[in-house]
């Protein structure tokens, strides 16, 4: 099984920037798309962004322009930077592998995000 440990959220005001990091136990981010998922208070957890094998990314309209999905597969590491960030930005992100389009692995802890003045 893979562990996946989700870091650097945080609280920050509406325009700000943070940068999330999903380290995993095993190299899964070379070998499978992989993405960023949200989850705010009441709703449904989301696909924000994805990245390929290949590194073709693809976002969710909500965060197009603001977000870059990025991954180090040397260090088992998938990053998020968010810029720009807006209070409906809030909440919690968790990172997964994808197969058929679906997570694959069982969830992180996640990292909040916060966005409030």
């Known amino acids: 099984q893979v562990q996946l440990v989700e870091s650097g959220g945080g609280l920050v005001q509406p325009g700000g920037s943070l940068r999330l990091s999903c380290v995993a136990s095993?190299?899964?981010?070379?070998?499978?798309?992989a993405g960023w998922y949200r989850q705010a208070p009441g709703k449904q957890r989301e696909l924000v962004a994805s990245?390929?094998?290949?590194?073709?990314?693809n976002y969710a309209d909500s965060v197009k322009g603001r977000f870059t999905i990025s991954r180090d597969n040397a260090r088992n590491t998938m990053y998020l930077q968010m810029n720009s960030l807006k209070p409906e930005d809030t909440a919690v992100y968790y990172c997964?592998?994808?197969?058929?389009?679906?997570?694959?692995?069982?969830w992180g802890q996640g990292t909040q995000v916060t966005v409030s003045s």
């Open positions: 997964n592998a994808l197969r058929s389009g679906a997570p694959y692995y069982s």
């Open positions: 095993r190299n899964i981010f070379g070998l499978n798309t």
């Open positions: 990245v390929s094998s290949v590194g073709y990314t």
